[in-house]
């Protein structure tokens, strides 16, 4: 590993202030479970590492106007067992909890998991599906960008140099609705997704149809995805096999995965059809069971 200077500042403006400062030099260091990897495989070479440990104000899981916000140094495991989150948004602490092993969900911290980009990661495909907002500072000036249009290629965000994510925030679901997330991973349980599949399910007042779905995948592009296409199956559908059929034939159309060791792009792309039947039917289930 290369050589460089740590600096550890307290407040937000402090990070920012030594991020403009040394430019292209400086990398933002959160759990470090990414940047100390990349650094010893000399992919990244910063001559700086801001640390975010010490920052005030970055950590933290709050309900603000109804939304669910997540500080940027909140790690993996405090999303997981948050009682507010397990309240308000189960969908979201079980995604976290299937990363990786519990000594990483320690580490890893929500900012870190978006900033990183890698699409194979769980947390940022439920993050799409519920529309959630990243919160991003520089010297300056703020902006929230959805999750939607934060990630731009493979390990490639909308982050300028000298910014920050500083937090997620998480609206919440319509009344008579429903959230899933499903991980494939016929490998190891502490494995990356082959293909993961995130959907939401709000029915109309009668429980019998789908008022709107919204579909997000991970593992199949360079980025994670929302399946416009195969959502707009689902306004006023109702849930039986056939639409399912349908609704994941479209998704399949929407995916661009790679050929690598977790299987061939042509086997990502039908376990894509298969896995949001899954997780439809069990946003379903849970779009049901809120309906009572
Ligand atoms: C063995 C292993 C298995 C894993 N398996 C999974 C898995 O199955 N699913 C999954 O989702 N994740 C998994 N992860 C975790 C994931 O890949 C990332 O390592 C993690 O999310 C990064 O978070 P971090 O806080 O450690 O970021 P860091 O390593 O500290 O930083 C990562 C990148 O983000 C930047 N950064 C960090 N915080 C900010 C911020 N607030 N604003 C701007 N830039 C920032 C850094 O400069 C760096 O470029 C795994 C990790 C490991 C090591």
């Known amino acids: 590993m290369n050589s460089f200077d740590y600096q550890t500042p307290r407040t937000i403006d402090e990070a920012l202030a030594l991020l403009s400062e040394h430019g292209d030099e400086a990398r933002v260091i959160a759990g470090g479970t990414a940047l100390v990897t990349m650094m010893r495989q000399r992919l990244v070479q910063p001559g700086c590492l801001v640390s975010l440990r010490d920052v005030e ?19 993996h495991r405090e999303v997981e067992v948050s009682p507010l989150v397990k309240e308000r948004a189960p969908v979201l602490a079980e995604t976290y909890g299937k990363v990786a092993t519990v000594r990483i969900r320690h580490m890893a911290t929500v900012g870190g998991s978006l900033a990183h980009a890698d699409p194979n990661q769980d947390p940022p495909v439920t993050l799409m599906a519920l529309d959630a907002k990243a919160e991003i500072r520089r010297t300056g000036g703020r902006r929230e960008v959805p999750l939607s249009a934060f990630f731009r290629d493979y390990y490639e965000t909308v982050l300028e140099p000298g910014e920050l994510v500083t937090a997620v925030s998480v609206p919440p679901l319509p009344a008579a609705s429903g959230a899933a997330y499903v991980k494939f991973l016929p490998r190891s349980a502490e494995d990356y997704a082959t293909v993961s599949v995130a959907a939401t399910v709000t029915l109309d007042t009668g429980g019998e149809r789908c008022r709107e779905g919204r579909i997000a995948l991970g593992s199949v592009a360079p980025t994670p995805v929302r399946a416009r296409a195969a959502e707009a199956l689902l306004a006023d559908g109702r849930l039986d096999e056939r639409l399912l059929r349908a609704v994941g034939e479209a998704a399949k159309g929407e ?5 690598d060791h977790r299987g061939s792009a042509e086997y990502k792309r039908e376990m894509t059809a298969v896995m949001v039947g899954r997780a439809l039917s069990q946003a379903w289930e849970a779009a049901r069971r809120a309906l009572r």
């Open 255 to 259: 995916v661009n995965p790679l050929t």
């Open 57 to 75: 104000g970055l950590g933290g899981i709050e309900a603000s106007k109804g939304e669910i916000r997540l500080g940027a140094l909140t790690t």
